[in-house]
């Protein structure tokens, strides 16, 4: 629809924060996969486990906005 007017029209950023702390210092588990072409470890998939390194256990990811 043309609003936007930079990078590849998502509309909105987002921030992945714990739904217990509300802190973004949150991981999850993911395969990464070699790139040739980059020369660096591309990610390949994502899983549902996260970790929230603030609370030093597992975390439900909570998306809110920028
Ligand atoms: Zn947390």
Redesign the pocket.
């Known amino acids: 629809m043309g609003a936007g007017t930079e990078g590849n029209g998502t509309a909105e950023k987002v921030r992945m924060v ?1 739904s ?4 973004d210092e ?1 991981t999850r588990d993911a395969w990464a996969a070699w790139d040739p072409q980059a020369q660096q470890w591309a990610l390949r998939a994502t899983f549902d486990y996260a970790f ?1 390194h ?2 030093m256990t597992d ?1 439900r990811i909570e998306e809110v906005p920028c």
Do not use: I, L, M, P
């Open positions: 714990c217990h702390c509300g802190s949150v929230c603030r609370c975390a």
